[in-house]
């Protein structure tokens, strides 16, 4: 268990709607990243949040948003909805954001299926 | 930009069999390198890491050294179990504030 939560496990949903992902970071983590890990792109940096803020911006839509709460936990809006935004949706979180040496700890996912 | 590439699965063993995942990467700069696993229904976990060239990581069993002169961090294992079928990823981190660029992955399948 590494300590980083992300609800719901598995979501089900249509084309054309929108649905929330919900992470919990490691306590005293700062950082929060997501990454969308799916059979064609594979694993893929989405976005980076540090104590609130954006930090870095990988591969992520203009449908998708995010943001990181005062308590620290974050959240992925994805919007209208497409079948190839069915993937497996990773957060991860670390101590800080300035140095690269610090760890990633990884949740186990949420499934987004779209049909 | 960034890259990396690993050698592409399934990698199919027997127990007690040597395993190497062969990593190469593409980057400006000293990133620091790492090797994940995905167990079947799990996200990842780190198995171990390098920050500087000819630095060792090792955890389980299995190493990894950061060459530089050849771009290469390869995953090595003496002798695998059952237990380490699984997905590997090899991944690089460029610049301070830490976002990971993953390789394809290589699945494992170690049988007895």
């Known amino acids: 268990d590494s300590g980083v939560t992300q609800t719901p496990k598995h979501l089900i949903t249509a084309t054309g709607q929108r649905v929330t992902l919900r992470c919990s970071p490691r306590?005293?983590?700062?950082?929060v990243y997501w990454y969308q890990q799916s059979l064609d792109q594979g694993l893929q940096f989405l976005i980076q949040y540090y104590n609130g803020e954006e930090r870095a911006k990988g591969n992520i839509l203009e449908r998708f948003s995010a943001q990181q709460f005062p308590d620290l936990h974050s959240e992925l809006n994805l919007s209208s909805l497409e079948l190839g935004d069915s993937a497996l949706y990773f957060c991860?979180?670390?101590?800080?954001?300035?140095?690269?040496?610090?760890?990633?700890?990884f949740g186990p996912g949420t499934r987004l299926t779209v049909t | 930009g960034n890259s990396v590439t690993q050698m592409e699965g399934p990698v199919t063993l027997s127990e007690e069999a040597f395993l190497t995942i062969n990593c190469t990467y593409t980057?400006?700069?000293?990133?620091?390198l790492f090797w994940y696993v995905q167990y079947p229904g799990e996200g990842l976990q780190l198995l171990l890491k390098?920050?500087?060239?000819?630095d060792k990581g090792s955890n389980k069993g299995f190493e990894a050294t950061y060459r530089k002169e050849t771009t290469s961090f390869h995953l090595e294992k003496g002798s695998v179990q059952v237990s380490d079928s699984a997905v590997y990823f090899c991944a690089l981190r460029a610049d301070s504030w830490g976002k990971l660029q993953f390789g394809a992955g290589t699945q494992v399948v170690v049988t007895p």
């Open positions: 980057a400006t700069g000293y990133p620091s």
């Open positions: 390098a920050t500087k060239a000819d």
């Open positions: 991860a979180s670390s101590v800080g954001g300035g140095q690269a040496t610090y760890e990633q700890y």
């Open positions: 306590s005293g983590d700062l950082s």
